[in-house]
């Protein structure tokens, strides 16, 4: 079994709507975070959640929200889909910051239309 | 502020060919370095990553990448091509606690 999933792993969806992405990690790590990549701009950080109590911001966490239900799990929230976030959505978990590796789960594929 | 430059979009090799990947990082500070690779409908996956002492560093499937500090350069190579090396790879670099900072991504063609 995979140690990062991800669901769903496709969602067509229309502006306007709300949409939840959640992740999930069985490698017991304590920091967790969602990214988005785009054709030609790489991975770009959303949130991110060094325990459950500590969620902070990234560099583009506008129109998103997070939630850190447990240590295993962190969910993505777009309030009110709009068609430029359409992208690929990326979970990935790691044991600590530096050099430690990050680990991520096989991606959402998320269309507004 | 850092960033990462990744020169090339697309790089078409022959198999068995040598595989060159370019990546420079603008920092006043050494950086921990990072090289991941992302299959066709697949998550990254960590191929190396270069945090403190050898500067020549080996990862999987039989890549490689140096860190050159005065040239702040942390490039890819591999050998030889092989067909299954067909993927986008990013380099990476992270200079605190917890910001990955990842480049544009360079797609890897490889021709029979």
């Known amino acids: 079994d995979a140690d990062v999933t991800q669901t769903p792993r496709n969602r067509i969806t229309k502006t306007g709507k709300r949409i939840m992405l959640e992740c999930s990690q069985t490698k017991g790590h304590d920091r967790m975070y969602w990214y988005r990549q785009d054709p030609g701009l790489g991975l770009r950080l959303i949130y991110y959640s060094f325990d459950v109590k500590d969620i902070n911001k990234g560099e583009i966490s506008d129109g998103y929200s997070v939630s850190r239900q447990a240590q295993a799990k962190f969910s993505l929230s777009l309030e009110s889909a709009i068609p430029n976030q359409t992208a690929l959505y990326f979970c990935?978990?790691?044991?600590?910051?530096?050099?430690?590796?990050?680990?991520f789960g096989p991606g959402t594929r998320l269309t507004v239309l | 502020a850092q960033s990462v430059t990744q020169l090339g979009s697309h790089v078409s090799v022959s198999e068995g060919a040598l595989v060159l990947l370019r990546c420079n990082y603008s920092?006043?500070?050494?950086?921990?370095l990072f090289w991941y690779v992302q299959y066709p409908n697949q998550g990254l996956q960590l191929l190396l990553k270069?945090?403190?002492?050898?500067?020549l560093v080996k990862g999987i499937n039989g890549f490689e990448a140096e860190f050159k500090k005065s040239e702040t350069s942390f490039h890819l190579t591999k050998p030889s091509a092989h067909m299954s090396d067909a993927a986008e790879y990013f380099c990476a670099v992270t200079f605190n606690d917890y910001k990955l900072s990842f480049g544009a991504g360079t797609t890897v063609t490889v021709r029979a």
């Open positions: 990935a978990t790691s044991n600590s910051g530096g050099a430690d590796t990050q680990y």
């Open positions: 920092s006043s500070v050494p950086p921990y």
């Open positions: 270069y945090t403190t002492g050898a500067t």
